[in-house]
């Protein structure tokens, strides 16, 4: 069974630039998380879907933050004009939709805002 | 929203002694609760979990222990190796179709030879 996908894996920008980030969940996981790890700290969540219904999008900042998964499948995160305090690793995740709880993380994108 | 505390921030053990992790929860319709590994450049992995019907759960050298009273639950590694090495992830959520966990910030583990 093939892992849950992310790319591009690493992004230098500087502020003020665009980034969007694109997230290849396990088939058939009907829900999808992202995520952003500040370095040495814990995942904190920041949308997640089922199917292609956001269910969560409360710890999203959207005035530049957006994500969107039109087809309940693969989903991309985007930062409109990113900041030296989006600096962080973003996680994307699914999970199976049988009723379990275990989330599976990809590799994340880990970004630099200079 | 839940609230997770993780402790300690940092663990440094001798090969072969046990490891403890503590972690606390304010959330008491929270019923899950996940154990994770991550290595540096990887993603977290689920190691062990336990869920609210259960007070121990243990597996392949690994201990969970939930108060559901006390908030608490803790994760144990017995007869550590430097392969624990690690950070580590406790986290926290509720079922009801809306399962969205709570991550503590994670403490790393050293295990010297």
């Known amino acids: 069974e093939a892992g849950v996908t992310q790319s591009p894996r690493y992004a230098v920008l500087q502020e003020g630039q665009a980034v969007s980030f694109w997230c290849d969940p396990i088939s058939g996981h009907d829900t999808l998380y992202w995520y952003q790890q500040p370095r040495d700290q814990g995942p904190q969540l920041l949308v997640y879907f089922r199917d292609e219904a956001v269910i969560d999008n409360s710890q999203l900042p959207s005035d530049r933050f957006s994500a969107v998964r039109p087809k309940g499948t693969n989903s991309t995160l985007k930062i409109q004009s990113a900041k030296q305090g989006d600096t962080a690793t973003y996680l994307c995740?699914?999970?199976?939709?049988?009723?379990?709880?275990?989330?599976?993380f990809g590799p994340g994108t880990r970004l630099t805002v200079l | 929203g839940e609230q997770v505390e993780q402790l300690p921030s940092i663990l440094r053990v001798q090969e072969g002694s046990s490891a403890s992790i503590n972690c606390t929860y304010e959330?008491?319709?929270?019923?899950?609760f996940p154990w994770y590994k991550q290595e540096p450049g990887e993603n977290p992995k689920l190691i062990i979990d336990i869920r609210s019907n259960m007070e121990r759960k243990q597996t392949q050298g690994l201990i969970v222990l939930l108060d559901k009273k006390a908030k608490r639950f803790s994760l144990h590694i017995t007869d550590t190796q430097p392969g624990d090495s690690a950070m580590y992830f406790c986290?926290?959520?509720?079922?009801?179709?809306?399962?969205?966990?709570?991550f503590g910030k994670g403490t790393s583990l050293v295990v010297h030879p």
């Open positions: 986290a926290a959520g509720a079922s009801g179709g809306n399962y969205k966990p709570t």
């Open positions: 959330n008491s319709a929270s019923n899950y």
């Open positions: 995740a699914s999970s199976p939709d049988w009723g379990g709880y275990e989330q599976y």
